[in-house]
């Protein structure tokens, strides 16, 4: 199954991407972490990364898109959970051409809702006291958010219009709302 697991910074989709990724036998697929793998490891393409996620922007689509097809090219990605990526509707009309390329296409798109602004802001200025993230101060947490409703936000009504969006609400524990994106996946695998 090929997944996208979708929703604003602080929402929790990192650690539900983990476990659904686990779930349906798939790689766990986040661009979020590739980079800041490359960021640790010094390679040009994580130097050139840093200068935009420290400042809580996105990496241009090029950088990102070419990465992504690279990853997916792999053969542990038959199945897989996608985290982050796409972001952009630049890198929408990417990753559907990628996916054409290697004969597949996406199942699902899983998006955790959260509309409480204040709410994710909060949530994620307390993960910044564990994350040892650059770009988890409030000041770049709240640009962040500015970000994805400026650029991120419209994915959603796009992917309901391919027929494949399901949301879930993402208010709960982590429990919970793991148990509510099992029953959507359950119901994809008919
Ligand atoms: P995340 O871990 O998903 O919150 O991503 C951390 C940072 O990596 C983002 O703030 C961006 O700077 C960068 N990034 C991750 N995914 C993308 C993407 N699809 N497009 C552009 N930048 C990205």
Redesign the pocket.
Known sequence: MRLLLMGP?GAG??TQAVDLATSIGGAHI????M??ENLANETDLGKL?KQ??DA??????EV?NGMVRNRLAEPDAAAFVL??????AD?VVELDDILASLGAKLDGVISLVVEDREELVQRMIKRAETSGRA?DTEEVIRH?QD?YDAETAALVPLYRDHGILHEVDGIGTIDEVAARIAAVVDSLRG
Do not use: C, W
Request: hydrophobic share 15%; charged share 30%; proline share 10%.
């Open positions: 910074p989709k990192g986040s661009t979020g972490d980079f800041r990364a935009y996620m809580g922007q996105y990496v241009p689509d990102t985290d982050g990526y796409p972001r952009t890198q770009d962040r970000v």
